[in-house]
């Protein structure tokens, strides 16, 4: 199947009389006749459900669905999506180690490993990904590589399958988060990842009505995952597993969508009053990495920096400020206070993220209408 049919298909099984959208389970914990029963099921020796921080049969038909899209053995999900990239990055560096990471990464995800992994003893190398000479060498005795597919805020596509081949040759773990672009536009594994993680609350679930998150790999670095997010409880909650696997249903006609509109502002913009500088995945062409479209990721420089900004959001018809993405409607963030809000200003320069840097999740209305909008709302500067 290709990937737009197994988006629809992926992680059920149907048989005769069985209901076509899966049932919703609830239950916290399943009962027993038979102690023998339980502790076969308890032990995964038998299938079957016990206790719902351990397995939920929602959760269950997600992670199958996300791991079947990504091309992996198996897949955890979790609460959130930090949650499933601490779950990677323990399964894959479980001791103390070199962490090195992309510079331009979710902010969030900086944050994470300066407050959580550092004081735990683990040492943090962020470097330019675009610089390989840099990459080769803080690869050297590092214990995990982490990249972002399309960078959060300003679209940048790293090499994966450089990245991978060098992590790979070096023995060295590799996580992709792979939230902005999506099994249908980017599948890391095959450019040489280990694992994938997912902000299921983006574009996987695609309605703004969720928290979640995705981890996939091979079947025994899974399972290492699964343990700790069942004893640690981070596990993802049946309902919001089942909105996840609904929205996943569209994925391929929003992703369509997101990447046609996102790619027609993108363009636009360059001649819209006050805007310095466009930064769009594939706007000056196209990417090997992404060769099916980029999705509806861009952001923009505003001359005039946060009073422009603030003066452009109350104009704003169609368009609303939300610190989030990958919903269907048109959404704008500002980084210095949202994604990148844990970083110092002189941090955020260095990264190219200044007070005028608008984030775009550019949704799947009409075009012409985003467009409009953006040009009204920018047309007095
Ligand atoms: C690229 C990226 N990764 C991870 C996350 C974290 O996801 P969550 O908010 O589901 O924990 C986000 C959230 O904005 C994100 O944009």
Known sequence: MKPAS?????????????????????????????????????????????????????????????????????????????????????????????????????????????????????????????????????????????????????????????????????????????????????????????????????????????????IVGDAQTMSVARARSARTGTTLGPFDAWL????????????????DNSLALARAMRAMPGVARVYHPIVDGPNRILPDGSGGMMAFDLDGGRDAVQRMMTRFKLVTFAASLGGVETTISYPEITSHRSMSAEERAALGVGPGTVRVSVGIEEAADIVADFSQALSHE
């Open 6 to 214: 197994r988006a629809v298909h992926a992680g059920r099984e149907l048989s005769a009389r069985s209901p076509l959208a899966p049932d919703l389970s609830q239950a916290s914990v399943h009962v027993y006749t038979d102690l023998d029963d339980y502790d076969a099921v308890a032990r995964g020796e038998r299938p079957g459900y016990y206790y719902g921080r351990n397995s939920n049969a929602n959760r269950e038909m997600l992670e199958r669905a996300i791991a079947e899209l990504e091309g992996a053995e198996a897949g955890v999900a979790t609460a959130s999506g930090m949650a499933a990239l601490h779950g990677a990055i323990l399964a894959l560096a479980p001791k103390p180690a070199t962490i090195v990471a992309t510079r331009e990464l979710y902010g969030g995800t900086a944050a994470m490993l300066r407050q959580d992994f550092e004081p735990a003893g683990y040492e943090v190398n962020f470097v330019d990904l675009g610089d390989l000479d840099a990459v080769r060498r803080a690869l050297q005795g590092a214990g995990l590589l982490i990249a972002e597919t399309i960078t959060n805020p300003l679209c940048g596509v790293p090499d994966l399958e450089k990245l991978g081949r060098m992590a790979r040759e070096r023995g060295v773990p590799f996580v992709v988060d792979n939230t902005f672009a999506t099994p249908l536009l980017c599948r890391p594994l095959e450019l040489g990842a280990t694992a994938v993680m997912h902000s299921a609350t983006k574009y996987l679930g695609g309605h703004s009505d969720l928290v979640a998150g995705v």
């Open 244 to 259: 996840a696997l609904r929205g996943l249903r569209t994925l391929d006609v929003r992703m369509r969508r997101h990447s």
